[in-house]
């Protein structure tokens, strides 16, 4: 007997809620390097916006935060990778980005890695 399953497929979006979205926006743009994919009216006066990079097809939402909800200060979960780990942090630190002193070199199989906090204190992890 055959079991018709349906999954899921890719994973679309990561929803991070911001206060600023302009501001928001113009950090994930102009220093960590994203394209804005759509940004369009919402609700109730609020706007949805994504940014995404290159071809690839999940993306992050600058969302407003839920009614009753702050935004800000959150540990996103959200890894970046990059080819080369020295020559992006230091672009991102010459930039006036907040990101670790150093690039974490744990050896074995854990990649090189440091993280960064975005202009609401929202953290993301960046690996080699």
């Known amino acids: 007997m055959s079991v018709n399953t349906t999954r899921v497929n890719k994973i679309a979006t990561v929803i991070v809620p911001f206060a600023n979205q302009d501001g928001a926006l113009e950090f994930y743009v102009s220093k960590l390097g994203f394209e804005k994919r759509v940004d369009v009216p919402f609700g109730n006066g609020e706007r949805w916006i994504e940014v995404g990079l290159g071809d690839q ?3 992050i939402a600058l969302a407003p935060p839920p009614p009753g909800s702050e935004a800000g ?18 672009q991102l630190k010459q930039a006036g980005v907040d990101v670790d002193a150093e690039v974490s070199r744990m050896g074995g199989p854990v990649p090189p890695m440091f993280w960064l906090r975005d202009p609401e204190g929202n953290v993301l992890m960046v690996i080699q």
């Open 73 to 90: 200060g959150r540990e996103t979960g959200i890894s970046l990778q990059t080819d080369n780990i020295d020559a992006y942090h230091a």
């Open 57 to 59: 097809a999940t993306t």
